[in-house]
């Protein structure tokens, strides 16, 4: 591995294979796109397997002098390397999932795909400030293709929308990063995450970001652009959208804002709460009442990434691991989602609900696929969604007990509209000939939802293996934020509060409840708590 340029050779696989894409056959083009992002996929893989967990925080670096100062250079931690992980796994799926879907203009369409890949990993990779503006803001361009050409009826209206929202935020933005280039004298973001700005500075350096992320993400109430573009889109743009290009945001919010700009991050915690909580409701309460498909998982969308939003800005390492793992379930279970609704749709050629219903009959397979990523999207025990929403809620607690029983309150939403839909197209008789004679799952249609139900169990049963290499970069901005996280309203300690540092003396010292006889306790020693009295009488009783 020594030497080896991996990320940009993941770079490059995509770009020679945007170009052979559009100038081969549509059978050939399909064929170059899937082995090209199967290739990714191993290289990803690869990365996965020698990421050295706990070593140098930026592994796999590369650079090189470009002009002006400039500078091409990769390089990832733990976080963006999730991500990545992420982007190459949902897109051979993506591939799959337009193989027969899509008959106009197909190498175009499997070109404008591969520039989506390479521009996602670009994001995630880039150590400079500037390469990831170029970067980010050029993954608009295919995406805003693959919906102006390949999408529905509407499709001119949803692309336009999309591409001036997301493009717009990102213009402010841009010149937050000139400032911050001229003020620290470097475009390196490593160098810059170790930066202090004055705390003035930081105010407008903040909401000049947050304008750019609160789209991508996207946030209540510059949400508008999403339901139109996900209905619209093709079902691989919605999956790609959906399972990737909105956690650009999020990745944002933990590369720059949170890190960059601490103090001006704590003095916001209530504008992003009150967005999270304003978001999970509203959006959950729109998706209960909609009849297309796309349009209902398109609103859940924007509830579960309010979730991820108040875990970001929870200020400790609980809720930004539950807000990543969140982005990555989410990743997973909505794309999945989309899949689902391709793959009837690709059947019978309409996303209304009220098409369908007794599906169970006659695609069983199809049926056991969609409750399970349901019953993800729900959050089930077991499942990725259930780990994601626990981590992050109790992340969230820690600071404000409001903001997390009114999140609480969109699970129990999101568990109405999702049942609903689920009971509406699966069970209940079935009322039309056509949606009763549609075939089960094809050995294609396996291929892509195999995968993705395989990760989301997996996540769900030893997410471990998607936390362990995030922890410590995770642990590292928790440590750069420390200093100006805002006082938190809920205090779980029973008792009159005291100083931690009373509490973990008289700890340490066997306390006047005895705990330094009953080996039991030395946990609670070691955390300093308060132990109930008559757990400490009890214990100096059997002595």
């Known amino acids: 591995m020594e030497g080896l340029p991996i990320l940009s050779l993941m770079l490059l696989v995509p770009l020679v294979a945007a170009v052979l894409c559009m100038v081969s056959s549509a059978s050939n083009a399909r064929w170059i796109a899937l082995i090209a992002t199967l290739i990714d996929l191993a290289l990803g893989i690869v990365l996965w397997l020698n ?10 670096t590369e650079r090189a002098d470009l002009f002006a100062g400039f500078q091409y250079a990769l390089g990832i931690d733990g976080i963006a390397l999730m991500l990545i992980m992420l982007s190459v796994f949902l897109m ?29 990993i670009g994001t995630f990779a880039a150590q400079d400030i ?44 841009l010149v937050a990063m000139l400032w911050m280039i001229n003020e620290a004298g470097t475009s390196d973001i490593p160098t810059l995450l170790q930066y202090d700005f004055d705390p003035q500075a930081q105010t407008w350096l903040w909401l000049a970001f947050f304008a750019s992320f609160a789209v991508k993400m996207p946030m209540w109430p510059v949400h508008t652009w999403l339901p139109a573009a996900h209905v619209q889109a093709p079902t691989a743009g919605s999956v790609i959208l959906a399972g990737v290009l909105l956690k650009l945001g999020g990745y944002g919010f933990i590369r720059f804002s949170l890190p960059m700009f601490p103090e001006a991050s704590a003095q916001f915690v209530w504008l992003v709460f009150g967005l999270s909580m304003v978001a999970v409701v509203v959006t959950s309460l729109i998706a209960l009442v909609q009849h297309d498909m796309k349009k209902l998982i398109a609103y859940s969308s924007v509830a579960h990434m309010a979730i991820v939003t108040a875990g970001l800005f929870a200020f400790n390492s609980q809720g930004i691991e539950g807000a990543m793992v969140m982005m990555l379930s989410h990743g997973l279970v909505s794309g999945a989602l989309f899949l689902c609704v391709g793959v009837i749709y690709d059947r019978l050629h309409t996303r209304e ?74 069970f209940g008789e079935q009322k039309n000939e056509d949606a009763a004679a549609m075939p089960d799952l094809n050995a294609r249609e396996w291929l892509m939802l195999a995968p993705v139900a395989a990760a989301v169990l ?41 100083a931690h ?17 009953d080996g039991g306790d030395s946990h609670g020693e070691a955390e300093g708590e308060n132990h109930d009295s008559s757990d400490g009488h009890g214990s100096e009783g059997e002595h």
């Open 51 to 60: 990421f050295d967990i706990g070593g140098a925080q930026w592994q796999f």
């Open 92 to 120: 051979p799926i993506c591939i799959l999932a337009s193989w027969t879907s899509i008959t106009k203009r197909v190498g175009e369409y499997m070109a404008a795909f591969m520039l989506v890949e390479l521009l996602m």
């Open 130 to 173: 500037l390469l990831f503006y170029i970067f980010f803001e050029a993954g608009l361009i295919p995406m805003y293709l693959i919906i102006g050409i390949w999408g529905g009826a509407d499709r001119i209206y949803a692309s336009f929308k999309f591409f001036l929202y997301t493009l717009l935020g990102s213009v402010v933005m």
């Open 353 to 426: 609900i009220d098409r369908y219903g007794g599906l169970a009959i006659n695609m069983p397979r199809y049926a056991l696929f969609f409750m399970l990523f349901t019953m993800a999207s729900i959050g089930l025990p077991g499942t990725s969604g259930f780990v994601a929403e626990f981590i992050s809620l109790a992340g969230v607690y820690q600071i404000s007990s409001t903001t997390t029983f009114v999140l609480t309150t969109g699970i129990i939403l999101g568990a109405g509209y999702m049942l609903y839909l689920y009971r509406r197209v699966v």
């Open 458 to 498: 997996w996540m769900g049963v030893y997410p471990e293996s998607f936390l362990a290499p995030m922890r410590s970069d995770i642990a590292a901005i928790e440590a750069r934020i420390a200093r100006a996280a805002p006082v938190a309203d809920a205090d779980v300690q029973i008792g009159s509060p005291r």
């Open 501 to 517: 540092e009373a509490n973990y003396i008289e700890g340490s010292h066997g306390g006047d409840h005895g705990n330094g006889h």
